[in-house]
């Protein structure tokens, strides 16, 4: 069973930064391309990144380019999400999930564990 738990979600200001991590259990973490997504109230679960299993590709929504970024350290079986310039529209729960494929995609039918979520607002 893969666990993934989220956390460092918070209220921000716009026009500020965050970093969400991830945390995965298993021994085969490096195995499995990572993807964040989130959900905003009222809206469809869209994706916001992902990374491939070695950290060297990595891919992002149009919305949060330039702005976000994904790594991961799989020393310490972890994802990370750098969010800068946060604006209003950002608000959301953002999860984490691990891939089923070698391949790093973008729809969430590729992605097979699922984290719980963590809430992150952003403020004027």
């Known amino acids: 069973q893969v666990q993934l738990v989220e956390s460092g979600g918070r209220l921000v200001q716009a026009g500020g930064s965050l970093r969400v991590s991830c945390a995965a259990s298993?021994?085969?973490?490096?195995?499995?391309?990572m993807g964040w997504f989130r959900q905003a109230p009222g809206k469809e679960r869209e994706f916001v990144a992902a990374?491939?299993?070695?950290?060297?590709?990595?891919y992002y929504a149009d919305s949060v380019k330039g702005r976000f970024t994904i790594s991961r350290d799989n020393a310490k079986n972890t994802v990370y999400l750098q969010m800068n310039s946060l604006k209003l529209a950002d608000t959301a729960v953002y999860y984490c999930?691990?891939?089923?494929?070698?391949?790093?995609?973008?729809?969430?039918?590729?992605?097979?564990?699922w984290g719980q979520g963590t809430q992150v607002t952003v403020a004027s």
């Open positions: 999930a691990a891939g089923q494929f070698i391949a790093v995609f973008t729809s969430q039918r590729a992605y097979r564990y």
């Open positions: 298993g021994r085969t973490f490096s195995s499995w391309p």
């Open positions: 990374i491939g299993r070695s950290g060297d590709s990595t």
